[in-house]
């Protein structure tokens, strides 16, 4: 059985693959400093809670945040007895490379959102990731990662924006009901998710434009079917593709033998 694991930097989420399917995933917020032991508590607390019989003897690891990947190893080894595959070390192997300039690193999401949203959708894609930060990952006719854009999160745009003006709450993310606010909280919503929708398509349409080909649009991470109800924004959303695309990998070496 295999356990994947996604740590990014908000959240850490966990998800048991059987071959064919996910049979649960878990989710805590990432802290550098939880230890082996206690991620294993964490775990076996929910993995009992759903009854799920299951015996761990291969786990594959996305992190973005480099400290805990330390801690993560340490519980593969203790309590799985496996040592575990980590997305962007050299003995875990790509279907593609990514072709980006010399001497750059690539984070392992974009790395793991590449291989699934092309063993799902083939070549020539973007994808549009919302997360702490909103990321693009333009993908290759051949699934190779070629590039991409970073831009603030929502949510972190949410939290500068009352930081910086200590006049305004915080406020939900939602989809107003006008793109007129009558009151601040009305505005402020309107302004972030309108303008997000504005920055999604305009990218978007720039990048298909710089690559001069017709380009499928992938909208995943959690607010992606809220953005995607303010407009026409993505051609297929998919709310796993991280964890599929650690799958993908997974098999990837698996059948070149690492």
């Known amino acids: 059985m295999l356990l994947c694991i996604d740590c990014g930097n908000t959240n850490t989420v966990f998800s048991i ?5 996910f049979l649960a995933t878990f989710r805590t917020s990432t802290e550098h400093q ?10 076996s607390t ?43 070390k050299p003995d875990c192997l790509l279907p593609q490379p990514p072709r980006v300039d010399a001497g750059t690193q690539v984070g392992p999401d974009r790395l793991v959102n590449t ?26 006719a ?4 070629i590039g991409g854009v970073i831009a603030p999160g929502v949510n972190l745009s949410l939290e500068a924006l009352h930081q910086a003006a200590a006049a305004l709450p915080h ?3 939602t989809k107003p009901q006008a793109v007129i606010g009558t009151n601040t909280v009305a505005c402020m919503q309107s302004g972030v998710f309108w303008g ?5 398509r305009g990218i978007c349409d720039r990048i298909k434009a710089e690559r001069d080909r017709p380009m499928t649009i992938i909208g995943t991470g959690g607010l992606a079917p809220l953005f995607s109800s303010g407009d026409v924004l993505f051609d297929r959303i998919e709310d796993d593709l991280t964890m599929h695309g650690l799958t993908v ?10």
């Open 196 to 200: 997000y929708v504005g920055l999604v």
């Open 171 to 173: 406020v939900d993310v």
């Open 17 to 21: 693959w059987d071959g064919t399917q």
């Open 142 to 145: 051949d699934g190779a990662y």
């Open 115 to 140: 291989a699934g949203a092309f063993d799902r959708h083939g070549g020539d894609l973007i994808v549009v990731d919302f997360g702490t930060a909103t990321t693009f990952d333009v993908v290759s």
């Open 46 to 88: 929910l993995r009992d809670h759903h009854k799920l019989d299951v015996v761990i003897d291969e786990v594959i690891v996305s992190s973005t945040v480099p400290r805990v990947v330390f801690n993560l190893r340490v519980f593969t080894d203790r309590y799985f007895n496996c040592r575990p595959w980590v997305v962007g």
């Open 249 to 258: 990998i997974h098999k990837h070496n698996k059948e070149n033998g690492t």
């Open 34 to 43: 939880r230890t082996a032991d206690q991620y294993y508590v964490w775990f």
